[in-house]
């Protein structure tokens, strides 16, 4: 196992210490479970497209259904 040093501020080496006592494990444990969890995460997240990602969001502004069509949409675009 290799080993990491790091600086924490205080209130996250507080914090760090009260999850340690509540899950009965190291620090060290409890960094090592967090950080797994969080780099599994990463990858799951980068398997799905964008439209995965925010597809609760596709399709809910309201407005034209297609502005590349209707020149008049763009008039004073930029300006």
């Known amino acids: 196992m290799k080993t990491l040093c790091l600086k924490l501020p205080e209130a996250t080496a507080a914090r760090l210490a009260a999850a340690a006592r509540k899950r ?14 969080c780099l ?3 990858e799951a997240a980068a398997e799905g497209s964008c439209l995965d990602v925010a ?6 502004v309201a407005g034209p ?4 069509t209707k020149k008049s949409h763009m008039q004073g ?3």
Request: with cysteine; proline share 0%; charged share 25%.
């Open 24 to 37: 009965s494990q190291s620090k060290s444990a409890v960094v090592r479970a967090i950080l797994d969890e």
């Open 40 to 42: 599994t995460e990463g």
């Open 55 to 60: 597809a609760d969001l596709a399709g809910c």
């Open 65 to 68: 259904r297609d502005l590349s």
């Open 77 to 79: 675009y930029g300006q």
